[in-house]
């Protein structure tokens, strides 16, 4: 017998206060994902380095510490990014394997980030 999958989609209609937390989180996250690609490009420019996602995530306890904007950010969520740029790198590096259109990661604008504002900012119910 053929298992079934359900999903559920829940509708979220936070507070102005909660909104503007989604808001900085969402920029916080896009802010450590660039940072993070920009490290790469310069380590490997520099020192012929290549850094890993692992390398990345270790350094995200010196970068609470050294930043109080992210000490509100739970470190699961701030792995996340890491996890997705890790998932850009080996997804571009297998396209160049196979010689196809490679596509380096690229810096995301606010737009180019996947839950951006575009997607909160839908007129919503008061």
Not at 16 to 22: C, H, I, M, S
Not at 39 to 60: F, M, P, S, V, W
Not at 70 to 95: C, I
């Amino acid at each position: 017998m053929p298992t079934t999958l359900r999903t559920y989609k829940y509708r979220l209609y936070p507070t102005r206060p909660q909104e503007a937390a989604l808001f900085e989180t969402l920029r916080l996250t896009r802010q450590l994902y660039n940072a993070a690609l920009e490290q790469r490009i310069a380590a490997y420019r520099k020192q012929g380095k290549t850094i890993t996602g692992y390398d990345q995530q270790r350094e995200l306890i010196a970068l609470k510490q050294e930043c109080p904007e992210f000490r509100g950010v739970y470190s699961h969520v701030l792995q996340e990014p890491l996890e997705r740029l890790e998932k850009a790198f080996k997804a571009f590096f297998s396209r160049l394997k196979r010689g196809d259109k490679a596509g380096f990661p690229r810096f995301k604008s606010a737009q180019r980030w996947a839950g951006g504002p575009t997607n909160l900012m839908r007129k919503r119910p008061r």
